[in-house]
């Protein structure tokens, strides 16, 4: 799927060069390109996992497993930046962040199997499972941050849900800060924290419904 991304940035951004790639949700996709792949557990691809292999000096991604290149399987040396004949965590994360300019998210702040008008994520139990999804995800988002690319957040609430759309508008404020324990910070829990929050290029929108009949959503502010 990396490759698929990168390869289609490309393309799109020689044809038009302010053409945008946004991927929706799969924030952690440049982390699973690895964890896939990766069976010796070092943080790199190398000859020695099974799916990759070696042709004429060339790394590809093994898929028929049978250490031979086949014309269905595709070349992955232009991730090596400095050839050594491995790629490591990092560069994967740059060939990903580098072809996208932005992310698509959906439901980070209102967790639950409900299609609109999920519960707000202060508001869940501390030892709720969806806390620890909004963790995850957080920490995820931080690595978009680091690199100025925005996220554009939407959330399904009703009109009438005035609760939670003040719950949502809070998120941006300057002041805001999580009063459920599981979201508090401690030395022993790092953990995505209000003070991390501030830290991401998020675009709040809203949107009534999932619906795609209904109007798209809208930023938050409008």
């Known amino acids: 799927m990396l490759l698929f991304i990168r390869e289609l940035s490309a393309w799109a951004k020689s044809k038009k ?8 949700n799969g924030e952690n996709l440049f982390n699973d390109a690895l964890e896939n792949l990766d069976t010796n557990g070092n ?5 020695s996992d099974r799916l990759i292999g070696l042709s004429r000096g060339t ?20 991730l090596d930046q400095n050839r050594d004949r491995s790629i490591s965590r990092f560069e994967i994360a740059e060939a990903y962040f580098k072809s996208i300019d932005g992310l698509g998210s959906e439901d ?17 139990a501390a030892n709720d499972r969806r806390l620890e999804d909004f963790k995850f995800t957080g920490e995820n988002y931080l690595n978009y941050a ?19 759309i003040e719950q949502y508008r809070q998120v941006v404020s300057a002041q805001f800060q999580f009063t459920n324990p599981a979201l508090t910070a401690s030395p022993s829990n790092p953990i ?7 830290q991401l ?22």
């Open 108 to 124: 980070f702040f209102f967790k639950g199997n409900a299609e609109e008008n999920n519960p707000w994520i202060d508001s869940l």
């Open 17 to 24: 060069p302010r053409f945008l790639i946004v991927p929706q």
């Open 201 to 222: 290029p998020l675009v709040p929108l809203r949107a009534p419904s999932r619906g795609l009949d209904q109007p798209p959503a809208l930023n938050l502010f409008n």
């Open 146 to 164: 680091k690199r100025g690319l925005p996220i554009f957040n939407v959330e399904y609430l009703s009109e009438n849900n005035q609760i939670g």
């Open 192 to 198: 995505f924290t209000s003070n991390d929050l501030r």
């Open 43 to 47: 943080e790199q691809l190398e000859p």
């Open 59 to 78: 790394l590809f991604l093994d898929l028929n497993n049978n250490e031979k290149r086949d014309r269905d399987e595709p070349a992955i040396a232009s």
